[in-house]
């Protein structure tokens, strides 16, 4: 998502996000979208905070996403999961944010990806022509050669 979409998400500032994001050491990282747009995502965010505890803010985001994503209390990072029918109150539905950053996140990394497909068809558009030019060199030279052995042929027959 945005970086501004995020930090409304992570109740923290636009700046804030920018800021870590232009940090020299471990930066707040990233996901370049096809039109060079930077976009961020919630698993980024929350790998940086967790790398960077004794910045500003960086807690408040991991409190945040707890709350976002139901994390229990001192395992930040960690996903909820319950199995079996004795633990159902721990077990909770999916909420609409999370499924809108899910989404959004999804969004983003299938744009990466078709760009990569595109990258990789270009590549695969320029190996095609150059084997056809290599065919057709392939091809003059060797009638060039058919010709070279005619005349010497028809030399020393002469």
């Given at each position: 998502?945005?970086?501004?979409?995020?930090?409304?998400?992570?109740?923290?500032?636009?700046?804030?996000?920018?800021?870590?994001?232009?940090?020299?050491?471990?930066?707040?990282?990233?996901?370049?979208?096809?039109?060079?747009?930077?976009?961020?995502?919630?698993?980024?965010?929350?790998?940086?905070?967790?790398?960077?505890?004794?910045?500003?803010?960086?807690?408040?985001?991991?409190?945040?996403?707890?709350?976002?994503?139901?994390?229990?209390?001192?395992?930040?990072?960690?996903?909820?999961?319950?199995?079996?029918?004795?633990?159902?109150?721990?077990?909770?539905?999916?909420?609409?944010?999370?499924?809108?950053?899910?989404?959004?996140?999804?969004?983003?990394?299938?744009?990466?990806?078709?760009?990569?497909?595109?990258?990789?068809?270009?590549?695969?558009?320029?190996?095609?022509?150059?084997?056809?030019d290599a065919d057709r060199a392939q091809t003059a030279l060797l009638t060039r050669v058919?010709?070279?052995?005619?005349?010497?042929?028809?030399?020393?027959?002469?």
């Amino acid at each position: 998502m945005s970086r501004a979409a995020l930090a409304k998400e992570a109740g923290v500032s636009a700046a804030t996000l920018k800021s870590w994001s232009d940090r020299e050491t471990a930066p707040l990282k990233g996901v370049e979208a096809p039109g060079g747009r930077l976009l961020y995502t919630w698993s980024h965010l929350r790998d940086f905070c967790m790398g960077n505890p004794n910045l500003t803010a960086t807690r408040q985001v991991l409190q945040r996403y707890r709350e976002l994503f139901f994390d229990p209390p001192g395992h930040p990072g960690q996903p909820v999961t319950t199995v079996g029918a004795d633990l159902p109150t721990r077990s909770r539905p999916t909420s609409t944010r999370t499924a809108l950053s899910d989404s959004a996140t999804l969004r983003s990394a299938l744009a990466d990806l078709k760009t990569q497909v595109q990258e990789h068809q270009s590549v695969v558009a320029a190996a095609t022509q150059l084997a056809l030019d290599a065919d057709r060199a392939q091809t003059a030279l060797l009638t060039r050669v058919e010709h070279l052995e005619l005349a010497v042929a028809s030399a020393t027959e002469s």
